[in-house]
């Protein structure tokens, strides 16, 4: 008989996580299942799976290694019934556990699983806190409760001060909390970008490709070539490679886009931390020791620091926090379907096509693409919270749940109002084509505001102001911009309503 059954979710890949803190290497036994479900309950990338699958068998090698009792069921076992319920009852036949311990799952579905195994079951299943992450959930509503806006800004400050990082004493190194005026330049001179990390394919990753090959080739993406790290030492090259390389412009240069250029200088590092390869403390203090060491600037290391510190933090505590009611979500009413475009990458936006191509071969877009080119795509065009949410859960290697839905819903579509984002990210071509090159490749021109000729995103954006003049005019980072729209002749306005309209039947 076992006395504990421990069970590892695909994104719990650490030794370090809460469910084995105090494990009996002789007694207890991990588990582990491939399920045919939890790969198609949304079409994820086949890379997202490759990489997923590939890394929690690596994983599970490496576990039995070190002498621990792993119980492992593959997605070809002939018994396996593709079922997280149904594969943990059989496990608990089989091994007859006097309890189980789960680590908190990373989104609320999962959550309800193991809600409905406990039903089930007659033996205890304790559900631990997540402690991967900086702030547990219940600290994290806490300070919610106490703050009168809850405003990222004002999260980030205090986890620096909790963690004591890029502190001098109790003020901000070099006297400024945030950075991000200096992380906005677009290159004037080509720019020698070096490679990111990327792995060798060993034997179990190919025949994870083989099995994503055969049974999943209707998903989104390129399946090869495959280059993600799957192992926690590879993931370690990866940041290390990440700091000495190119962490240094990371922070000016991390908003621009160049065409033919996906990696850029960002760390590509959220997909490792986010399954446990990584932790995000060990990131920090990485960026962090760079600096102290002279050996990069302050504006890249805080920019760094601050997208892990506070905002992956802050959207964690968000999603928990408002689930499940976040995900219904729809204050501007947005209901138009997901253009044909996003899955086939055939438009004519040439920004909407690089991002789109660079998403369906590498399962990856940096976060300005995401936010800037395609989810300022979707804001305009009203698309409909749903089906943009499992568009973004779908094709990012780094995305699950409690990440993507408050990114998504909060910041890109503002589809809750304004809890999340102080104010819906909403821009015409202008700002695509200060940040990036995309502009000079695309057949419409960013110079002209209306007619057959002009950027969609110029019309675009002022057409969506007027139709959301009701939710929007009270908000006051607005009201300068709503002042240019009063002051629009009235041909104006109609030439964009017109225009708008256009595009909008043609998209239909």
Known sequence: M?????????????????SLKDIDMKNDVIFFAELKNECTY????????????????????????????????HLNDADNTGFFVSEVQRAIKRYQPKAIVITWPSDYRTLKMIQLLQADVDIDIELREDDRFLIHQKEFAQWAQKNKEIRMEFFYRMMRKKYSILMDGDQPTGGQWNYDAENRKFPKNKLDIPPTYQAVEDHITQDVINIVAEHFHDHFGTLTPFFFAVTRQQAKQALSLFIQNRLAFFGEYQDAMIQHEPWMYHSHLGLYINIGLLTPLECIEAAEASYRNHQTPLNAVEG??????????????????????YKAMNSLNAQRSLPSFFWNTETSMNCLKQCLSETRDN????????????????????????????????????????????NVSG?????????????????????????????????????????????????????????HRPELQKNHRLK????????????????IQMDSESFFNQLS
């Open 2 to 18: 076992t006395s504990v059954l421990r069970i590892l979710l695909w994104d719990q890949l650490t030794t370090e996580i809460s």
């Open 42 to 73: 949304v079409k994820h990338h086949k890379k997202k799976l490759v990489f997923l699958l590939s890394a929690m068998r690596h994983f599970a090698k490496e576990m039995v290694e070190q002498g621990y009792r792993v119980s492992y069921v």
């Open 304 to 325: 760094f620091i601050r997208q892990i510190l506070g905002w992956r933090e802050y959207v964690h505590g968000i999603y928990w926090l408002k689930m499940p009611e």
């Open 363 to 406: 399962a990856y877009a940096h976060h300005i693409q995401r936010l800037m080119v395609l989810g300022n795509f979707s804001l305009l065009a009203g698309l409909n919270p749903v089906e943009v949410n499992e568009w973004y859960l779908i094709v990012y290697a780094d995305a699950h749940e409690w990440v993507e839905l408050p």
């Open 411 to 467: 910041m890109i579509l503002f589809a809750d109002g304004g809890y999340l984002a102080s104010k819906p990210y909403a821009a015409s071509g202008a700002y695509i084509n200060k940040m990036s090159n995309y502009c000079k490749g695309c057949q419409y021109s960013v110079e002209d505001k209306t007619g057959p000729n002009a950027c969609p995103f110029n019309y675009l954006y002022w057409n969506f102001l007027m139709q």
């Open 480 to 495: 300068m911009i709503y002042a240019t729209l009063d002051r629009m002749s009235e041909e104006k306005i109609k030439n």
